[in-house]
């Protein structure tokens, strides 16, 4: 079966400090993987998604980028974080277009 | 623009209570409809997805079903440990988007004993 880990659960980063999220998928080949940052009262952001090993796309701009060096790897990073990046991230994957996509349990990050 | 909303967005019941949650949307295409669980501090589990006005689908004390414009997430007898966060997405038919969702802000679900 399919399993996906997003690690570190949770995150206290100092302002203008970077970031490193990591996200893996096992038992799965060549999924689409994506990444998406929830608020406190508003829907799940698509923040980036992914097609194959060094495909990115990013749906909004912002601070952050991704990175997928592996076929069930995905990193979302920041050079220097901004009080504005707080909330809660999550990962992603699905076999493809009209597929469901299945979600890690999250990072909260905090920006202090 | 297409959206997705949710209504209530809280909602109390009583164990055994049946009832009925809403996910109206507006796309210019519509190539699925996602329903999620999810729980405080949790990613958001998959329950349905539907694809074309008509379909239902069905899973214990759930069943989602879906018109042109609207789906509704049935809820029959529920018991506490249906208590959570329900989630509608929608996936647009915007060629080429890669499965890109719409989430809606949900609706919270509280069942008491």
């Known amino acids: ?112 | 623009e297409d959206q997705v909303t949710q209504s209530p967005e809280a909602l109390r019941l009583q164990e055994g209570e049946s009832s009925s949650l809403n996910c109206s949307y507006t796309v210019s295409g519509l190539r699925g409809l996602f329903w999620y669980r999810q729980d405080p501090g949790k990613g958001p589990e998959f329950l349905f997805t539907l694809y074309s006005a008509g379909e239902e689908k069905e899973k214990e004390r759930l069943k989602a079903t879906l018109t042109k414009k609207e789906s509704f997430l049935h809820i029959t007898a529920p018991k506490p440990e249906d208590s959570a966060t329900y989630l509608c997405a929608v996936q647009a038919d915007y060629g080429g988007s890669q499965g890109n969702l719409i989430f809606g802000k949900g609706t919270k679900l509280s069942v008491k004993p």
């Open chain 1, 1 to 112: 079966s399919q399993t996906i880990h997003q690690w570190p659960a949770t995150l206290v980063q100092p302002v203008g400090s970077p970031l490193s999220l990591e996200c893996t998928v096992e038992g799965t080949s060549n999924p689409n993987l994506y990444w998406y940052r929830q608020a406190a009262g508003r829907g799940l952001q698509l923040l980036f998604y992914s097609v194959g090993i060094g495909q990115i796309s990013s749906e909004v701009p912002q601070n952050l980028s991704a990175s997928r060096p592996q076929d069930r790897q995905f990193i979302l990073s920041s050079k220097k974080l901004l009080l504005s990046d707080s909330g809660f991230y999550l990962c992603a994957w699905s076999y493809g277009e009209n597929q469901p996509q299945h979600f890690g349990d999250g990072t909260r990050l905090s920006i202090l």
